[in-house]
């Protein structure tokens, strides 16, 4: 494809589910990052990968929050046991690079709405 | 604490006025400065970084270290440039964005 691809894009999820968000960086980018995105807010660093190394995870709100990138292809941001604050769009990016000097690509995001 | 502050939720101008979305500034170090843009139904997109001084859409951003800001601006305002903007920074050579909560420009006919 031609950027960053997010599935599903909108998900319902009751409390306490766990859910998976899926993202399919630009072909041959080094950098993913996942960001959570709360309305009426801008985007909140959750993670980074360079390749499949998760380089750091500082942004991971709480333990049930829970990202791979196995192949250092694509990623997958888990959460477990869902509750209604874990509610946002969560972006994926991906960038060329890893040092942060080329551009970020944003995918769509997935909208998580926990009932 | 790192942060980016834009003061305004909503900025509405008329057709032809020029535009400025105010970002301000907080960090310890030299940051990188961004501005995306995100258009209705479009993905968040880079419009222009400090360090690569191009006018983009005619949109330009000075960085003024001394007072902290980095704010955007446009002689005069498109229909077209309706949307919502973030100001952002990074530590420099890094990946770790701090996204601002954004301005939406509405640029009335």
């Known amino acids: 494809g031609a950027g960053v691809s997010q599935s599903p894009r909108y998900k319902v999820a009751k409390r306490g589910q766990d859910v998976a968000l899926r993202c399919d960086p630009i072909?041959?980018?080094?950098?993913l990052f996942w960001y959570q995105q709360a309305l009426g807010q801008g985007p909140e660093f959750l993670t980074y990968?360079?390749?499949?190394?998760?380089?750091?995870k500082s942004g991971l709100p709480s333990d049930r929050f829970f990202a791979e990138r196995p192949e250092g292809s694509v990623s997958t941001l888990k959460i477990q046991r869902t509750q209604q604050e874990d509610s946002a769009v969560y972006l994926c990016?991906?960038?060329?690079?890893?040092?942060?000097?080329?551009?970020?690509?944003f995918g769509q995001g997935t909208r998580l709405t926990v009932v | 604490a790192q942060r980016v502050t834009q003061p305004e939720k909503l900025l509405s101008v008329f057709k032809g006025a020029p535009v400025e979305l105010k970002c301000n500034y907080s960090?310890?170090?030299?940051?990188?400065l961004f501005w995306y843009v995100q258009y209705s139904r479009q993905r968040l997109q880079l419009l222009l970084r400090?360090?690569s001084r191009e006018s983009i859409k005619g949109f330009t951003a000075d960085l003024n270290k001394g007072e902290t800001s980095f704010h955007l601006k446009k002689p005069f305002a498109q229909e077209e440039d309706s949307a919502m903007y973030y100001c952002a920074l990074s530590k420099r050579g890094t990946y770790k964005y701090i996204f601002g909560t954004g301005t939406r420009l509405k640029v009335l006919a």
């Open positions: 990968f360079q390749n499949e190394a998760q380089l750091d």
């Open positions: 960090y310890s170090g030299s940051p990188e």
């Open positions: 400090h360090i």
């Open positions: 990016a991906s960038s060329l690079d890893r040092g942060g000097n080329t551009e970020a690509f």
């Open positions: 072909s041959g980018h080094v950098s």
